[in-house]
């Protein structure tokens, strides 16, 4: 039986597995994260192998048998000490596969909702198109069979996402996504929960890499493990607290400006009201101070804040530009 090990420990595959076909990449890893998922995650382990040579698993902290059956399936499992989110999982999936030196690396979920029959498409724009992201759509040109619930939500979450990160996509919260070398060194994910695609999003918006989609199709075989509307509600909050952090902006300024101008308005009345009856409104009067200071605090805050994230942006584009100097000399 396969025994807990500490954080970021790695267990080899048990299996050996036939030479894949020549048309198959020799270099592309694929890193699955996953949380109690025994029922589906040997047979995706055993699919996506036959698209590339090197699966890993990240187990989150699972309390069944889903590290012990993705080892068996032939995966390289890595083992978290307690159930860390989705981020960290991908983070730990992310720094296992730059070991290898792949050309690139496919996230899917354990769940089989993505047919690993879709990997060799979406890790292709990668491999020779020089993109740096590849996003799986469910809603590129494919008929999506989610129920119809489902895809309002799913649309929804994108058009907030899309508004407030900058970046537009059809799918923001599709977790079957490839990436660059590039892209694994650069990105690194914090938000808790199952909010990571939303997080990449943001992260994309000021990183220089090249983002692409391509159709997916997708098979929704399981109940939802989750509430849908407690979960598109935790996603929504994850979404406002990465406005918050990376458009403050948009998040204190505008907010603040309009809450300034709106007291401006207040004491444009309590001011005519004055002059009309030399009645002093004492409510409105104090009303208004609260508005037009808290409304340009808020402003300030988010010049700010601004102004901190575009120097450190620019911080990061000089970090960019070394790190491909010094790949390109590789």
């Known amino acids: 039986m396969l025994q807990a090990t500490k954080h970021a420990d790695v267990v080899e595959p048990l299996l050996q597995l036939a030479p894949l076909p020549d048309s198959v990449p020799p270099d592309v890893v694929a890193v699955i994260p996953a949380f109690n998922e025994e029922r589906f995650i040997a047979s995706v382990v055993i699919s996506t192998l036959q698209y590339v040579r090197r699966v890993i698993v990240v187990d989150d902290g699972s309390s069944d048998r889903t590290p012990f059956l993705a080892l068996q399936a032939g995966a390289q499992v890595i083992q978290q000490p307690h159930n860390m989110g989705k981020a ?33 498409k979406v890790v292709r724009p990668i491999l020779e198109e020089g993109a740096d992201v590849v996003i799986g759509s469910r809603f590129l040109g494919i008929e999506n069979t989610a129920p119809g619930w489902r895809q309002v939500g799913q649309h929804a979450l994108t058009r907030v996402t899309n508004v407030t990160s900058g970046v537009h996509l059809t799918d923001s919260q599709s977790g079957f996504r490839a990436f660059s070398p590039a892209a694994l060194r650069l990105l690194r994910f914090d938000t808790p929960g199952l909010s990571v695609e939303s997080e990449m999003q943001f992260l994309l918006a000021n990183s220089g890499l090249t983002v692409r989609e391509v159709p997916i199709s997708v098979r929704y075989l399981d109940g939802n493990k989750r509430n849908p509307v407690v979960h598109g509600l935790q996603v929504l909050d994850a979404i406002l607290s990465l406005v918050a952090r990376r458009r403050p902006l948009l998040f204190f300024s505008l907010p603040g400006s309009l809450v300034a101008m709106i007291g401006l308005l207040v004491g444009l009345n309590v001011w005519s009201t004055m002059e009309r009856t030399g009645n002093l409104l004492e409510g409105r009067a104090l009303l208004t101070s609260l508005l037009v200071i808290g409304g340009l605090l808020l402003a300030l805050t988010g010049v700010l804040l601004h102004s901190m994230q575009h120097m450190a942006s620019h911080i990061a584009g000089q970090v960019r530009n070394d790190l491909k100097t010094q790949m390109e000399r590789e």
């Open 88 to 120: 960290q999982a991908i983070n730990a999936g992310f720094r296992a596969a730059l070991a290898h030196a792949p050309a690139a690396v496919v996230c899917l979920d354990g769940d089989a909702q993505h047919d690993p029959a879709d990997l060799p």
